[in-house]
């Protein structure tokens, strides 16, 4: 028998035969995998392939008015820890010292019990926020707030919910956000992908739904 009466190996060519087309796969070789490339040409942006981001009636991303209001909504429900502390503050006994900001000046400030219980309600509000944004955001992507407006926070690469480990790193993330007089928050106005500061740093996106 001669050599070329054998058939080709399953991954090559036949003997003899043209070249495939540009951009077809050649014979016998599998096709690639469904979505975007892992790169983008230069001036392009790459976008995860989230099932139905882009597509009619898929999510798209949260505008800055849904996003403060959700914000706000949050706020009010965490808001009576801070109002019973201040009225910790303004009510309870006081003694006077020295300013630390200010050495010429006399403030002011907690005396015996008061100062122990404004501690304990400032920490039993860092800790009710922690829980509140970390448990909601982490499992569902929506606090009470987010819901309302019908925005989610959702893993930038999977579309799923972030988990509670990086909700409440993401939480902690927003005073970071906040420091440079809230550039953190604005980011989103300009990002392409409508991502504050705290959203980079633990890789969330924020969308409608």
Not at 11 to 21: F, H, L, R
Not at 109 to 124: D, M, R, Y
Request: some cysteine; proline content about 14%; aromatic content about 12%.
């Amino acid at each position: 028998m001669a050599v070329s009466d054998y058939p080709p190996p399953p991954d090559q060519q036949p003997w003899g035969s043209p070249p495939p087309p540009p951009g077809q796969q050649p014979w016998g070789a599998p096709p690639p995998p469904p979505g975007p490339p892992a790169w983008a040409p230069p001036g392009q942006q790459w976008s995860p392939p989230v099932q139905g981001w882009g597509a009619p009636g898929g999510r798209q991303f949260a505008g800055f008015g849904a996003r403060l209001g959700a914000a706000i909504i949050d706020g009010l429900i965490l808001s009576p820890f801070s109002f019973v502390s201040r009225i910790v503050l303004s009510h309870g006994p006081k003694k006077i010292e020295t300013c630390s900001f200010d050495s010429s000046q006399l403030c002011r400030v907690p005396a015996g019990k008061a100062w122990g219980l404004w501690f304990l309600i400032t920490v039993a509000g860092l800790v009710a926020a922690v829980l509140y944004y970390g448990l909601m955001e982490g499992r569902t992507g929506q606090t009470l707030g987010k819901k309302a407006l019908s925005v989610k926070v959702v893993d930038s690469y999977t579309g799923a919910p972030i988990g509670v480990g990086r909700a409440i790193g993401r939480y902690f993330a927003r005073f970071l956000s906040a420091i440079p007089c809230l550039l953190g928050y604005f980011w989103m106005l300009w990002d392409p992908n409508k991502q504050t500061w705290h959203d980079k740093m633990v890789g969330s996106y924020v969308v409608s739904e």
